[in-house]
């Protein structure tokens, strides 16, 4: 499970790199068959689940800003797109548009194997839409729903219409909105194991959102602020504590030799899970330059050496693994 975070998706790719080479070298059945991503973790996960992760790398070392939007966060900008020019945000995303097209394929995913779910958002009913790989028929509506569960709202424009086999979906945004964390989505699969990607730090404490001094220098750094930083870090604390719970929950109910049901009387599951978040602050999510993608690179890498330092795929039901060694 990918979560969103923008620019901060290079970590990501980052402990991606670390499971590639280290994880899989040692133990050769450690393989994704289920993948699921909001934002920037859909466009991560969806390399994943073709089984380009070479590809994903060289993506993020040659990534910019001018790769991703074209525009700028400043008032003349902003009144030129929206007033001038009639635009419904102050970014452009033909650039990602772009990107999109030149590396995903739906015939790809679907010929992987690997069951693959993206979230968007329809600001017509505001409903939350799981949409998974087998839902397309058309290249081109895959594609449009990849960018639409990476168009945060304000910053870029929505998506108009993506048409799947159970209907239209239209004015679709980031998944993010309502559901950062797609962990529903990925456990209605019953994986054995779930990793969890984190774009911002995490603690057993209270969560820790990173500083930013120019949050309030103008409305659209309030905005980028408010609705990205911390709502949608706070759904995915928020989510993730609440699985963090119910997996205690279930272990404890199981010693005591007390199975848990959900309300549709199906029997919960304990899941054995390894949990990588940053373990310093990761900075703006609008910087994909270059130093600031290699730096998150780097600590990616690292987080995900912290958190399966102790992991042993046959430990069923073990403690939780993570960046954060939370017991």
């Not at 993506?59 to 800003?65: K, L, T, Y």
């Not at 790809?108 to 505001?126: N, R, W």
């Not at 270059?290 to 890498?301: F, I, S, T």
Request: hydrophobic letters at 40%.
């Amino acid at each position: 499970m990918l979560s969103g975070g923008g620019a901060k998706g290079a970590f990501q790719a980052g402990a991606l790199r670390y499971m590639d080479e280290v994880v899989r070298a040692r133990y050769p059945d450690f393989q994704f068959s289920v993948v699921s991503g909001i934002s920037v973790g859909c466009l991560n996960g969806v390399m994943v689940a073709q089984q380009k992760l070479p590809e994903l790398l060289q993506i993020w070392n040659r990534m910019s800003n001018a790769a991703v939007y074209t525009g700028r966060l400043r008032l003349p900008s902003a009144l030129y797109h929206l007033a001038l020019r009639s635009k419904r945000a102050v970014l452009g995303y033909k650039p990602l548009q772009e990107l999109i097209g030149r590396h995903v394929s739906l015939a790809d995913t679907l010929a992987s194997g690997i069951h693959f779910t993206l979230g968007v958002v329809s600001l017509t009913d505001g409903c939350y839409y799981p949409c998974q790989a087998g839902d397309f028929t058309d290249e081109q509506q895959f594609r449009n729903a990849i960018l639409a569960s990476a168009a945060m709202p304000v910053l870029w424009e929505p998506v108009s219409e993506i048409r799947t086999k159970q209907g239209t979906i239209t004015q679709a945004v980031d998944g993010g909105v309502r559901n950062n964390s797609p962990l529903g989505d990925v456990l209605d699969q019953e994986p054995d194991e779930v990793v969890i990607l984190n774009c911002s730090p995490f603690t057993d404490g209270e969560n820790s959102l990173e500083p930013a001094p120019e949050a309030g220098r103008n409305v659209f750094t309030i905005a980028k602020r408010a609705l990205l930083d911390i709502a949608l870090n706070e759904i995915f604390i928020t989510d993730l504590r609440e699985y963090l719970t119910l997996n205690h929950l279930v272990k404890q109910a199981a010693g005591q030799g007390v199975q848990l049901k959900n309300r549709k009387g199906r029997l919960l599951k304990a899941y054995k899970t390894v949990l990588i978040s940053p373990l310093e602050p990761l900075g703006d999510l609008l910087d994909f330059s270059q130093p600031a993608v290699q730096r998150r690179l780097q600590l990616g890498y690292e987080a995900a050496r912290q958190a399966f330092a102790a992991y042993q795929p046959q430990l069923a039901g073990a403690p939780l693994y993570s960046s954060q060694q939370l017991a």
